[in-house]
C-alpha cells in the first residue's frame, strides 16, 4: 500500500516539475540542472532527486585563452575570425592571422561558394568541421557569432572571450 502510493507520487511530482517555470539560474555547468525533493511521507521514499536537463545552442567548452589561441595560430590549426567592423580593425589593430567578417555578415558570409568568401574577405572559408576561432573587442560579439556559425552547422567552434582587449594586454606584457 505504501509503495503504491509513493510510486503514485513518484508520477506526479514529474509533471508538476515539468509545468512549473524553472528559476533561472538553476543550471550547473556542464548543462544539467538539479532538483532534490525531499519525500518523507513514506519510508520507501526518503529522498527524490529529479534531473531536468537545460539545453544549450553551443557546444560545451566554448573558450579560448590568450595562450590557447597563440598555441593554434601558431600551429596553424584554426580559422580566427575577427567579427570588429572594419574601422575598429584600423583604429585599434587586430590578432595577426584573423580573417575580419564583421558580425552583421557571418551568417551570409559561412554560406557563400569558397571562391565567393576568398574574394570578399582575402581568406578561405572554414569547412563545417575545422575549427573556427570568433573574436572581437570584449567577447560580447564572438560569443554571437559561435551560435550563428553553430546554428549553421559547424561542430568546432570556439570563442576568445578576452578578444582584442585581452590580446593587447598580453601582448605588451
Known amino acids: 500500500m505504501a509503495m503504491r502510493r509513493c510510486l503514485g507520487f513518484a508520477g506526479v511530482v514529474p509533471r508538476l516539475i515539468w509545468n512549473s517555470t524553472v528559476l533561472p539560474g538553476a543550471s550547473v555547468p556542464g548543462g544539467r540542472s538539479f532538483l532534490s525533493c525531499p519525500v518523507n511521507t513514506h519510508l520507501c521514499c526518503k529522498n527524490t532527486e529529479l534531473r531536468l536537463r537545460s ?8 573558450d579560448v585563452s590568450y595562450e590557447e589561441l597563440k598555441q593554434l595560430l601558431a600551429g596553424q590549426k584554426s580559422v580566427v575570425i575577427d567579427v ?3 574601422w575598429e580593425l584600423r583604429e585599434y589593430g587586430f590578432i595577426p592571422g584573423s580573417i575580419n567578417v ?3 555578415q557571418v ?6 561558394a569558397p571562391e565567393e568568401f576568398t574574394e570578399k574577405y582575402g581568406g578561405e572559408l572554414p569547412q ?6 570568433f573574436s572581437c573587442l570584449a567577447g560580447v560579439r564572438s560569443k554571437n557569432a559561435l551560435n ?10 570556439q570563442h576568445y572571450p578576452g578578444g582584442w582587449q585581452d590580446w593587447v594586454k ?4
Do not use: C, M
Request: charged fraction near 10%.
Open 55 to 62: 539545453f544549450t545552442s553551443g557546444p560545451p567548452s566554448t
Open 107 to 112: 551568417n551570409t558570409a559561412l554560406q557563400l
Open 84 to 86: 570588429r567592423e572594419p
Open 148 to 157: 550563428t556559425a553553430a546554428s549553421l552547422g559547424y561542430n568546432d567552434v
Open 102 to 104: 564583421p558580425l552583421g
Open 170 to 173: 598580453n601582448e605588451h606584457n
Open 128 to 133: 563545417l568541421t575545422d575549427n573556427i576561432v
